[in-house]
């Protein structure tokens, strides 16, 4: 294994702030957050939904979860100039470029109309299956693009994206690729939303994370991916370097189905192996973009753990009150927001938060913050007792 040092060299995110990372950081600059209702399928759970403006695709042959993946992965690759089979030259066909995608709906859960009339012996079209054998996200890029390298699907619960993006890290130190595009991608859809509606933890109003009076994340949807390469391969592609993937790293306590462990061992764990792996000690952190969904649990474990662990100066942060819990692409969202704090050195506000919970005892940044920052943490948790972090830093 190769200890080259990991760069990000190309970004693109789609979510309720905005179709690019120019958009995103635009909405965050305004302080905008713009829930609205779901109007591409039928749903009479009426809560607060963080949904993107593409347009309704039900009659396309696409299911929506690729098209939020398309348009993040095209402005990912455009910015790191990576080539694609329709723009063919010498540097790129001898790469192997692979993709790594996290995601749980993976374009496969909005089929209920078939399966109803399967049941009922009235087939009125067999598009559905076809759609579903095409809903493997990064097999089909893999293949659109014409890349040598593999396409893997992170079906991970909510860590999905962040453990799409350490699959991405370890093929490149592994050599198996010269570049992966790694990220993750969910649309909304009544099967996830009526899940965490059952759970009782979908919020009747605009979610709070680590506020006092928190009751509850809202669900979203969108799509985020990062280039990762070595920077020999960048240096040779003449590809700008936006930011350091510093290291990865993931632990599962399996303490409950849904549940985090209440001690944070888990999270503990992934984010002390993460610190090693990068050599770095707790105090080199200056920015942490937390998992913060807003629930009672998830906050209080986080919280909790990350006033202990780290510095009483560190930022801590969480994009849920501007994007929605988007599951299997949160942790790639994540990870392009980080990224865009690091380079802009600056954090909005936490969206929500206005009383401290003084069972967690720390204050997430409550006003819009410049800062000088060069580590930071981005970390995800998931159902099953499942707990990732990413560490990245400033170049």
Not at 139 to 153: A, D, I, M, R, T
Request: charged letters at 20%; one cysteine or more.
């Amino acid at each position: 294994m190769n200890n080259d040092k990991i760069f990000i060299t190309g970004v693109g995110i789609i979510s309720a702030l905005g179709n690019s990372f120019a958009e995103t950081y635009k909405s965050l600059l305004t302080n905008q957050i713009n829930p609205d209702k779901i109007n591409f399928f039928d749903c009479n759970i009426n809560k607060p939904f963080f949904k993107t403006n593409l347009t309704d695709t039900q009659s396309s042959s696409q299911m929506r979860t690729k098209e939020l993946a398309d348009i993040a992965f095209f402005q990912a690759i455009d910015q790191a100039k990576i080539s694609t089979y329709s723009k063919p030259d010498t540097i790129h066909r001898k790469l192997k470029i692979g993709i790594c995608c996290g995601t749980t709906v993976a374009s496969q859960l909005n089929n209920i109309e078939f399966y109803k009339q399967f049941r009922e012996g009235a087939i009125k079209s067999y598009d559905p299956v076809k759609q579903y054998l095409a809903g493997n996200i990064s097999e089909s890029l893999v293949h659109e693009h014409n890349f040598s390298g593999p396409g893997l699907n992170v079906v991970n619960a909510c860590s999905s994206g962040s453990d799409a993006i350490g699959i991405g890290m370890s093929w490149i130190k592994k050599g198996i690729c010269d570049v992966v595009i790694a990220g993750g991608a969910d649309e909304l859809n009544i099967v996830p939303i009526a899940g965490f509606n059952s759970l009782g933890i979908l919020s009747d109003s605009l979610c709070k994370p680590f506020d006092k009076d928190r009751d509850g994340l809202n669900l979203g949807e969108g799509a985020a991916f990062l280039v990762l390469e070595k920077k020999s391969t960048a240096k040779i592609r003449k590809a700008e370097i936006l930011a350091e993937c510093c290291s990865y790293s993931t632990a599962a306590d399996a303490y409950h189905l849904t549940t985090p462990r209440p001690d944070g061992l888990g999270l503990s764990t992934a984010i002390e192996k993460a610190l090693l792996n990068a050599n770095l000690k707790k105090e080199d952190i200056d920015f942490i973009n937390a998992h913060g969904t807003a629930t009672k649990n998830n906050d209080a474990v986080e919280g909790q753990l990350f006033k202990k662990m780290f510095k009483s100066n560190t930022k801590i942060f969480s994009t849920k009150g501007y994007t929605g819990h988007t599951l299997g692409a949160a942790g790639a969202i994540d990870a392009v927001l980080t990224v865009l704090s690091l380079r802009k050195q600056w954090i909005p506000k936490n969206a929500g938060f206005t009383n401290e919970d003084p069972d967690i005892g720390f204050r997430p940044v409550s006003q819009p913050t410049n800062y000088n920052a060069k580590y930071a943490l981005s970390t995800s948790l998931a159902f099953g007792g499942q707990n990732s972090a990413i560490i990245f830093r400033r170049v």
